[in-house]
């Protein structure tokens, strides 16, 4: 939170002197982000018992998503299609200049109310914490882990690049920047709704749904998608923005439900026999105590994989999509689909 507040108040500066302030903050913000993308496993497997974990997760996760669906839909309250370029410099500085109040304050607040959970400190202080290097050894040699982590990754790879270019998508077919970042905020609010939704079911029926909850979310995913391409060519923007709420109400849903699963491997592993978890690796043999996996290192990895995929999903997608033809959106869209059911056959693999 420190370094996202550091971050915000430096780009704050660039309208006024240099884009250099720009660059250096958002880095700074990058820094901090993983910290706060892996937090939520950590704290509902930390802080809360086994019938009330889903919903903590799932109020962690998609606390960061209501903070993306106000960057999308903030900047249109300050941005506009027809200002000029001082406008926009002028826009931007005020708009920058909110939300780095807003990170302050709230940072402020969260170091003087948020205290540690000191009886989980001492049980953790207990216990053999596996290092990185350790628990990518076990994880690689567990395949339930790598299908899951994989399913999940390209799951939210599709989220996260899709929302990346939907602008450039829909721009083919003559709707705007402002039109764009309504289409991400509406996709985004119906996803925390699909994602309540899908905790609640979650909480009742207990981490055995997590299969079949996952390929419904993703099946849906990618029905929604092929609604999406097809809703697209009729130019109704209406007809779009509902389409984009239901792929929405899916596909940020499996945020929750990724989460959820890295706690639910990491006790699998981790209630494995003592011998079974020293023997997928050689360097913890020793060990005194048992070894233990982190929650937050397991959502991290599939954070990890998620961002790598949908970073190099947007380096391809983004000059085929220049070119601002409509079979270039068509080509677009099937290689979402592609994504899609490789999940989909993924996670049917995972028993």
Known sequence: MVLTTIGLWLRFLAPYYTFVYAIIGQ???????????????????????????????????????VGVAFGCFVPAFYMHDEDTVDEAKHNLADMSFMLAVASTIICVLSLLFIKDNKQAAIQQSEEEQVSLKQTMVILLKN??????ALSHSLAMTFFFSFVTVLEQMISVYGFTSTQASYLSTALQIAGLLGGAIYSIILTKLG???FKATSLVIIGGTFITLILFHFLLQTRNYYLLLTATCLNGFFSLSQFSVAYEMSIHVSREINNMPYQEITSFSNSIEDAKKK?????ATISGIINLLANLCAFIAVLILTPILDRGLEIDVSITDAIFA??????????????
């Open 27 to 65: 880095t700074i913000m990058a820094i901090g982000q993983p910290f706060m993308y892996n937090a939520p496993p950590k704290i509902s497997a930390t802080w809360f018992e086994e019938d009330q974990r889903i919903m903590a997760t799932s109020i962690g996760a998609y606390a960061n998503v």
């Open 143 to 148: 395949s339930s882990f790598i299908k899951v």
């Open 207 to 209: 981490s055995g749904t």
């Open 291 to 295: 070894p233990v996996l982190g929650e």
């Open 338 to 351: 592609v994504i899609l059911l490789i999940s989909i056959v993924l996670m049917m693999l995972y028993k």
